[in-house]
């Protein structure tokens, strides 16, 4: 389908998915939408292995859903939108291929819901404030929210963070385990953001990566931790046992053996 929110672009085995709505990058249906497909045109294609989630310009990553839409629909719209944006999210998570949240400005609200579904987040350092405020709308944070946050970070302190509407700054939310990379401008070392986070993927995806590998630890991760240990541990064999038949488990037992880098391809 055409793209107006978003941008999709596919480069180096890395599938970036650009929010591009100014000036805040706020979500409607029509963004979940495009967002949806987006995430279905990189599961299907072969020469994508990690993808990227960032938004456009250097201030909002997302903030969230538009809220000039929600105030002016009616009640089963706005379900209808909310269970949308819960499948794509869930599509988004449940694809198995590495998703790299970028966040370049502002994760607030409905913006940190899109980043707590991907499966790793890097921020730019002191680029914008990061939280669930909408307690301050009388509204809980749906979409997810309250389920991927209480997961992330555990029940008691989410829960501190949901009814106080607290926003953090990146750094603060690295602490305590909800972005794993700020990077300041000595980190970046002369790149943009963008070009960080890109190169920040590519380390996922062959010949540095067995793409294969790195997917199937994300589903046995994502699927397993939902189930009972005995039925987690009964989905890890049978990927394993995939991962055996695999030309990327060949060659790494090979290059372990004969005390070489392996070289992956994805197969």
């Known amino acids: 389908m055409p793209y107006a929110k978003i941008r999709y672009v596919v480069a180096d085995g890395v599938a970036t998915i650009e929010l591009n709505d100014p000036p805040a990058n706020t979500y409607s249906y029509e963004m979940m939408r495009e967002i949806d497909a987006a995430v279905l045109d990189a ?3 072969r020469a994508v292995h990690v993808i990227v989630l960032r938004g456009a310009g250097e201030k909002f990553f997302c903030a969230g859903a538009n809220i000039g839409m929600l105030k002016d629909a009616d009640p089963d719209y706005k379900y209808c939108f909310c269970l949308h944006a819960n499948e794509t999210l869930n599509r988004l998570e449940q694809t198995p291929k590495l998703v790299v949240a970028a ?14 579904a991907a499966d790793l987040r890097v921020a730019r350092k002191d680029a914008g404030k990061i939280g669930l405020p909408e307690v301050a709308l009388g509204v809980l944070p749906g979409t997810g929210g309250t389920q991927r946050l209480a997961r992330l970070v555990g029940k008691a302190r989410a829960l501190e963070l949901m009814i106080a509407g607290r926003l953090m700054s990146f750094d603060e939310a690295k602490a305590i385990g909800l972005v794993h990379e700020v990077w300041d401008a000595s980190a970046l070392g002369g790149k943009t953001f963008a070009e960080a986070a890109h190169e920040y993927a590519r380390q996922f995806t062959p010949p540095h990566k067995a793409s294969k590998a790195v997917g199937r630890i994300k589903r046995a991760v994502q699927s397993g931790i939902e189930a009972g240990f005995g039925e987690g541990l009964a989905l890890e064999r049978e990927l394993q046992q995939l991962l055996f038949e695999s030309d990327d488990a060949r060659e790494g037992l090979a290059a372990n053996l004969e005390k070489r880098k392996p070289l992956f391809k994805g197969r």
Do not use: E, Q, W
Request: glycine share 24%.
């Open 43 to 45: 599961r299907m294609d």
């Open 103 to 116: 966040l370049n400005g502002h994760t607030v609200g409905g913006g940190l819901k899109v980043a707590m």
